[in-house]
């Protein structure tokens, strides 16, 4: 039978037997507008604004029929015809006064046209006014993912009468943020939507832990007007989570978990202070005379080889001169029968 079935059950109990209420003439009007209500295929958009019997009501001046006569069906029947493509109607919350105005200033249009046009005729116009103003309407504001609570953004649908949030949990996932232990972080507890100003915010901290239960956090900072940002000296692994809002009515939970690492950033500064020492050349000197000092360094460097090489020259030729004398100059070439000095081998004596 469908979700319907209990409605339609309410409306026919007066009628089963034996029932206390059961009359002669049926159920009340209260029962039907409930029947109407809830029956599948149905668009409560005019309802909204206009209850069933303001609808009969008006039926009943325009066609001048009682309720069960037929032409006061079928001008109910035209009302609901006309209503079908407002079911898709979807306003901002800060419209709905307007939206109300509009449908009923249709309404108001029909009961003045009863004497002046066919009924019909007067219902195609009122219809096309309602779709003219509906397009003057500012629209709502798109819902933003992928958290929060976004009152800006709530819509009322025509469809169901009824005001309709953003479909997206409070909480937000949890950010993994990378950071060292010897340097500050600043996190925000910032969101893409608008907000009321002046709303409370509170920080807090669940050390070590990759969390989100509330139960495990504990509360860091509260600021009145907004503290949107929060500074860590030398932070600590866990999750930093900041509650946007009064504690009873948040719009949005965010979490921060910090990946906190060492080691690496003295040897990093120490790279970039020589880099910088690098890119800051004192005043009066550049690459280009670094490059002429290297150049006359290198040709001084080169003469002063060049001499040691000729002093080793030099060198070895002198003792090789004295170690080698010659031989011309210690021995005499003899004759035979010459005689020689005395005391020479050669010398012979003379007969």
């Known amino acids: 039978m469908g979700w319907w079935w209990v409605p339609l059950m309410l409306v026919m109990v007066p009628w089963l037997p034996g029932h206390p209420g059961s009359q002669a003439r049926g159920p009340g009007l209260w029962s039907w507008v409930a029947l109407v209500l809830w029956l599948p295929g149905v668009h409560p958009c005019l309802l909204c604004f206009s209850p069933p019997i303001q609808q009969a009501r008006l039926c009943r001046d325009i066609t001048g029929a009682p309720l069960n006569d037929p032409r006061h069906r079928r001008c ?91 479909q997206l949990p409070l909480d937000c996932p949890v950010q993994d943020v990378q950071v060292h232990t010897d340097e500050a972080i600043t996190l925000l507890c910032y969101v893409p939507f608008a907000t009321p100003p002046n709303l409370p915010i509170t920080w807090m901290f669940a050390k070590d832990l990759h969390t989100q239960d509330l ?15 929060l500074t860590i000296q030398d932070p600590t692994p ?84 004295w170690s080698s004398p010659d031989i011309s100059d210690h021995q005499t070439s003899h004759t035979p029968g010459q005689q020689g000095p005395p005391g020479d081998p050669g010398y012979l004596d003379s007969p």
């Open 76 to 166: 109910l029947e035209a009302l609901d015809r006309a209503a079908v493509p407002l079911a898709s109607v979807t306003v901002g919350s800060g419209q709905r006064q307007a939206l109300q105005e509009i449908v009923m200033d249709a309404l108001h249009f029909l009961e003045k046209q009863k004497d002046k046009k066919p009924f019909e005729v007067s219902l195609q116009e009122a219809v096309s006014t309602i779709w003219v103003k509906l397009s003057q309407l500012q629209e709502a504001p798109a819902c933003i993912p992928p958290c929060g609570y976004q009152p800006d953004a709530r819509v009322f649908q025509c469809a169901t009468c009824r005001l309709m949030d953003c």
């Open 215 to 229: 139960a495990l956090f504990e509360e860091l900072k509260v600021a009145v007007e907004g503290l949107w940002m």
């Open 238 to 321: 866990g999750t930093v989570a900041c509650h946007l809002g009064v504690p009873s009515e948040p719009l949005v939970r965010k979490y921060f978990y910090l990946n906190v690492s060492g080691g690496s950033v003295e040897a990093e500064q120490g790279l970039q202070s020589q880099f910088r020492a690098v890119l800051h050349w004192p005043h009066g000197r550049t690459a280009g005379n670094h490059m002429a000092l290297l150049g006359l360094g290198l040709g001084l460097g080169s003469m002063v080889l060049v001499l040691l090489l000729l002093r080793v020259l030099l060198t070895w030729g002198s003792h090789r001169c």
